[in-house]
């Protein structure tokens, strides 16, 4: 089972920004999607930033406009840039990457949690 690595989490103060960063294996071949989700304590895992193969990007509403994704292919990194944090943000952030066409997969890392204060 393949893992992906977060970095990047912590702790800050509202209006602060955190960058998120995650190591994808060089190894995994034809990636359709990648992602961040977050999860909540008593709350489900919501998708809330995504970057398709074709370079497309879809955010959540609760971020558009704070938060950005994006990918360095070179470093085989994906990260999402979080401006303007807000203590509603605090969450344990996942990246995810998916392949949809055989061999499928879909790998997800271990979670780094990001505490927003107010």
């Known amino acids: 089972q393949v893992r992906l690595v977060e970095f990047g989490g912590g702790w800050v103060q509202a209006g602060g920004s955190l960058r998120l960063s995650c190591a994808i294996p060089g190894s995994l071949r034809g990636i359709d999607a990648m992602g961040w989700h977050r999860q909540a304590p008593g709350r489900p895992r919501d998708l809330i930033a995504g970057l398709s193969d074709t370079g497309d990007v879809a955010y959540a509403d609760s971020v558009k406009g704070r938060f950005t994704i994006s990918r360095d292919n070179a470093k085989n990194t994906l990260y999402l840039q979080m401006t303007s944090l807000k203590p509603e943000d605090t969450a344990v952030y996942f990246c995810?990457?998916?392949?949809?066409?055989?061999?499928?997969?879909?790998?997800w890392g271990q979670g780094t949690q990001v505490t927003v204060s107010s």
């Open positions: 995810n990457v998916k392949r949809s066409t055989w061999p499928s997969y879909d790998h």
